[in-house]
């Protein structure tokens, strides 16, 4: 449904978009991760018809976004980070106004079933200004969504919302996925991790890595996190294991509970048992977390920066 090949966009000197490529099929969540000013506004501006590559090509649909960019839209449900609403107009009339727009046919009875799918009906006769952030991101995708669109793209649609309406965004976007194509873009670990098919992470307008949450959490170089919980003082054990040669990013957490990482050719839980009951902790559990989505991310921008240095 999204195809992408090799698409720069240059603004003057500063290339915010060099060379990516990429694919999203029907049925599929994409994420796109990265850090603020990587790409992906502008990856997402590109597909929507909203701004010409500099170079290579993308479609949607089908449909080429610069030669056939009025069928990509007609294709295409766009929820921009900011959410482009009418605040004096009524949710209803705001809904209509758009349905009107797209020439659709029985507007009202549309407008009412795209608004019971964002579980805004009763809301209908409110006006947008007397909406909570989190209510106009689900009148937002609401608006993207009533034209029926193939293809659904979201920039930030969690963004400045509490946890409650984090959530409730979150579980409609993955009912939505369900039946289209969608791309979404975060800077938020654990959203792309819980919602997302595949995960696309870009950096400085390169994609740096690209494969399932769970794929990607187990590609740093056979690296395996553990956490440990033991009866006695945490940080005291924490400096006893930064010494251990191999010990990688250890985290203390609560009392007696810390993380640390190491690299699977030089497994260190033998030497950290050992120490443990040398130093007189009891080891109360020890247990294998793996490697999450954040550090992939964190080290796969690391080695992208100092490639760059």
């Known amino acids: ?75 295409v449900g766009y929820l921009a980070e900011s959410v482009p609403l009418y605040a004096d107009m009524r949710v209803f009339d705001q809904l209509k106004f758009m349905a009107e727009l797209h020439h659709l046919k029985n507007a009202d009875a ?5 608004l019971a799918m964002v579980g805004m009906q009763d809301r209908a006769g409110g006006y947008i200004a007397k909406l909570s952030k989190g209510m106009r991101q689900r009148v937002g995708l609401a608006q993207a969504l009533l034209h029926e669109p193939e293809v659904l793209i979201l920039d930030e649609p969690t963004i ?20 289209r194509t969608v791309l979404l873009s975060t800077h938020v670990l654990s959203e792309a991790q819980q919602l997302c098919d595949r995960v696309l992470i870009i950096n400085k307008g390169k994609i740096v890595a690209e494969d399932t949450p769970s794929a990607l959490g187990s590609r740093l170089a056979g690296a395996e996190r553990v956490e440990l919980r033991v009866r006695g003082d945490a ?16 985290r203390i957490h609560n009392e007696g509970k810390l993380e640390f990482a190491f690299v699977a050719e030089k497994d260190i839980r033998p030497q950290v048992a050992r120490l443990i009951v040398e130093s007189d902790f009891d080891l109360l559990e020890m247990k294998s977390l793996g490697m999450s989505l954040e550090d992939v991310f964190l080290q796969l921008i690391k080695e992208e920066g100092k490639k760059n240095a």
């Open 1 to 75: 449904m999204i195809e992408v090949k090799s698409l720069s966009k240059d603004y003057g000197k500063r290339r915010a978009v060099d060379a990516i490529s990429f694919d999203a099929q029907q049925g599929e969540i994409v994420g796109f991760l990265g850090p603020n000013g990587a790409g992906k506004t502008t990856t997402m501006r590109i597909l929507t018809g909203y701004l010409q590559p500099t170079d290579g090509e993308a479609s949607v649909a089908g449909f080429d976004v610069v030669e056939e960019s009025l069928e990509v839209r007609k294709r």
């Open 110 to 114: 549309r407008v009412m079933e795209t």
């Open 235 to 250: 940080n005291a054990l924490a400096e006893k294991i930064a010494e251990i040669d191999g010990a990688q990013d250890i």
């Open 160 to 179: 400045g919302l509490d946890p409650t309406q984090v959530v409730e965004v979150r579980n409609l976007v993955r009912e939505i996925g369900k039946e």
